[in-house]
């Protein structure tokens, strides 16, 4: 019988094994303490592949076209990044650029970087440095809320002109249900599992 | 959902002499005083039994979102000029002009995301800084609670920034107008980022200290 404690309180518990589908609670806090996914390397690695398909589509097609008096332009992701940094706000420029571009590619290569030697049962060169800075980049990954900045600008532009939403936002629609998905995929304890045991350690016999 | 029976007589893994790794949950124990400089024999993560210096660090980030949420209010966020016209607006005139304009379920998404969630988040900080200095032990699991919202909200602030991005890019390309993003696109992008690292820093492990001892 194995001990945890809860992230969240620090409470000493006794692990129990979980059927399929389930996450175990913190008796105490309710914090979620650890799950049970089935196919957890195979879902994580399909959905990785998905995703950087979706985020190569998402970055080289135009994002929304908008239409006035005869004239269309084209906006692509990165563009309005660089005229925010064309006006001198390259930190705000900056900051949308890590965590609408920079921070889901991460998250995608470092997942394809455990996940897929994990599959043939290796471990990647530094897992455990690459596997908390995959947690880092799921924190800073707000591609949701980028979505519904859009949809904010949408309606406040449709009196404007008129917006032709392209492939791009598709694309990205697609990646924000794709990478909440991966990330839900992982299981840490599979990685952690495979680092070696050292049996003196209290509540591990 | 399983909740987990065995707790072991309500004691925490620091009470028992144990340190669990926040990275890979591997328990350690703590050998000496010092167990600041432990590392995870398993996976290599610094080892702390309580984050360090918790309480003084998210007083200061706290402290510090408050004083750059008052110029991200007031100054305005973007300038808008048309024909030779020109329009400032801050956060709070541009949820109003969306009333205006009858679109009011977008106004509500504005003000909620960025006047709302910014100051609850910090307001529901100081209250658990508060009343984890008081040594209170009364509602600990709503505290616990709170918390957990303050970690998960804390990103829909960034809205409003996103919102101003992509009118940037679209109108700017176009003809009928000019936008500018105004000075408070930085300080509330700063409030944004600088709650996100308080709500880090805070040790929800704190609240439930009194009850151990």
Known sequence: MSLIACHECDLLQQRISLPAKSKAQCGRCGAVLYRNIPNSIDRTVALSIAGLVLFICANVFPFLAFEVSGQSVQATLLSGAVALYKQGMWEVAGLVIFTCVAAPLAQILLMLYIFVPLKFNRLPYATAKAFRLLREMQNWNMIEVFMVGILVALVKLTKMAVIVPGLAMWSFMGLIIVLTAGASAIDPELVWNRFGFKKEQPGND | ?213
């Open chain 2, 1 to 213: 959902m399983t909740r987990l029976p065995g707790s072991i007589e309500n004691v925490s893994a620091m009470q028992a002499g144990l340190v669990g790794c926040h990275s890979c949950d591997l328990l350690s124990k703590i050998k000496g005083n010092d167990h600041q400089m432990l590392q995870c024999p398993r996976c290599g993560a610094s080892l702390h039994s309580r984050k360090t210096n918790s309480i003084a660090r998210t007083w200061a980030l706290v402290i510090a979102a408050f004083i750059f949420y008052v110029p991200a209010m007031v100054l305005p966020i973007t300038n808008v000029s048309s024909l030779g016209v020109s329009q400032s607006d801050t956060i709070m005139s541009g949820v109003v002009l969306f009333i205006q304009t009858g679109s009011w379920e977008i106004a509500l998404v504005i003000f909620v995301a960025s006047i709302i969630v910014p100051m609850m988040k910090l307001f529901i900080l100081v209250y658990l800084l508060i009343s984890v200095q008081q040594k209170s032990d009364k509602r600990m699991r709503d505290r616990a609670k709170l918390y957990r919202l303050t970690e998960f909200v804390g990103r829909w602030s960034m809205v409003d920034i996103y919102v101003v991005t992509i009118l940037i890019a679209l109108v700017n390309l176009g003809v009928i107008a000019d936008i500018d993003a105004g000075p408070a696109a930085f300080y509330f992008a700063a409030v944004v980022i600088v709650t996100i690292f308080a709500a880090r820093m805070f040790d929800p492990r704190l609240i439930w200290d009194e009850m151990n001892d």
